[in-house]
């Protein structure tokens, strides 16, 4: 039997007609040094959302670094909580209540960056990957200058026409 697709009707598994070939395409990108995503430039906000929700969903990063925490855990001795730098949204109880959800309760923890409750469940976890990407824009002979200039400025983005052949330089 199947079990359900966390990618839903709309992901990667609905792409290769929903028969489970999406978590072949997954585990190759999960190997990957370099992801293209080759976007629609006239839609590419919503499709490049809803590629990252769900590489996101299956422990890809994209254009991100490993958090700076050290985890490790004990055998006694409690939750022993240092924080290198000022934290905004973590603390000992909130760093307490997240270790208790994985029934971790001996672990030393040590935040080196101001790091969010994500960051500190992707070090617990230990099998996400931080993979840089890059987003080509294509159809860029549909649009404006000024779009275009709009574009440039978006980071790990290259717009170029692949039916015209232009700006296959920056790539």
Do not use: M
Not at 7 to 16: C, D, F, L, W
Not at 87 to 112: F, H, T
Not at 114 to 141: A, F, Q, T
Request: overall charge negative.
């Amino acid at each position: 039997w199947d079990k359900p697709d966390p990618g839903g009707s709309s992901g990667i598994n609905a792409e290769y007609g929903g028969k489970g070939r999406g978590r072949q395409v997954i585990a190759v990108a999960r190997t990957c040094k370099l992801i293209f995503i080759v976007l629609d430039v006239l839609k590419p906000l919503g499709d490049k959302a809803i590629i990252e929700k769900e590489l996101e969903g299956f422990g890809i990063r994209l254009n991100k670094s490993p958090p700076n925490i050290t985890f490790r855990k004990k055998e006694k001795g409690g939750i022993n909580l240092t924080q290198v730098v000022p934290q905004s949204e973590l603390d000992l109880d909130s760093v307490k209540q997240i270790l208790g959800e994985y029934r971790i309760s001996n672990a030393d923890v040590v935040l080196k960056e101001d790091s969010s409750c994500d960051d500190l469940i992707d070090v617990i976890e230990g099998n996400r990957v931080y993979i840089p990407c890059i987003y080509v824009l294509n159809k860029i002979d549909q649009i404006s200058i000024e779009e275009l200039d709009i574009i440039y400025k978006i980071p790990h983005c290259v717009p170029l026409s692949a039916h015209h052949k232009w700006n296959f330089d920056d790539l």
